[in-house]
């Protein structure tokens, strides 16, 4: 039997969100978002949400995550001047990495995700770049996300 096609996924089955604006120079030569740029989004979205929460600090923080795998399927289009909604749960965290689950949706609010995928962020010392153990401001937050 083959694998099953990845399908797209309603909003409920994601804990946190943030809005994304569009912008003229996402659009491609087809006339829609480019692939490169969801990859974009879902940074935004994981980082974005984490600095909100208190969970890391981008700037002093003694550990930072580093993407080490992503992967993004796509349903519908979306082309400038769209507002895109980023959908985000956490599916795993291990001893020093985390796989966050994004969706992107569009602004109505009765549509599936037009695109979803994945990151992989394995956090490590600031100085030294070696795993180390996750925080537990970020473990506490990672909970919430679940």
């Not at 030569?29 to 981008?58: E, K, M, Q, R, S």
């Not at 949706?105 to 695109?115: G, Q, R, T, Y």
Request: hydrophobic residues 40%; neutral net charge; aromatic residues 10%.
């Amino acid at each position: 039997m083959p694998p099953q096609r990845p399908q797209p996924e309603p909003r409920s089955a994601y804990k946190a969100f943030c809005k994304i604006g569009t912008r003229w120079s996402d659009n491609d030569v087809y006339g829609h978002v480019n692939n490169v740029v969801y990859y974009g989004w879902f940074d935004t979205a994981v980082n974005g949400l984490l600095i909100d929460y208190g969970a890391i600090d981008i700037h002093a923080g003694s550990v930072i995550g580093l993407v080490i795998e992503t992967q993004c399927n796509y349903f519908a289009p979306v082309a400038f001047p769209d507002e895109v909604i980023a959908g985000l749960r956490v599916a795993h965290v291990g001893s020093s990495s985390v796989r966050y689950e994004v969706a992107i949706f569009p602004s109505d609010p009765f549509l599936p995700s037009a695109a979803k995928g994945h990151l992989v962020h394995v956090y490590v010392d600031r100085a030294t770049r070696k795993p180390g153990t996750l925080p537990a401001s970020l473990t506490r937050v990672l909970e919430t996300l679940k």
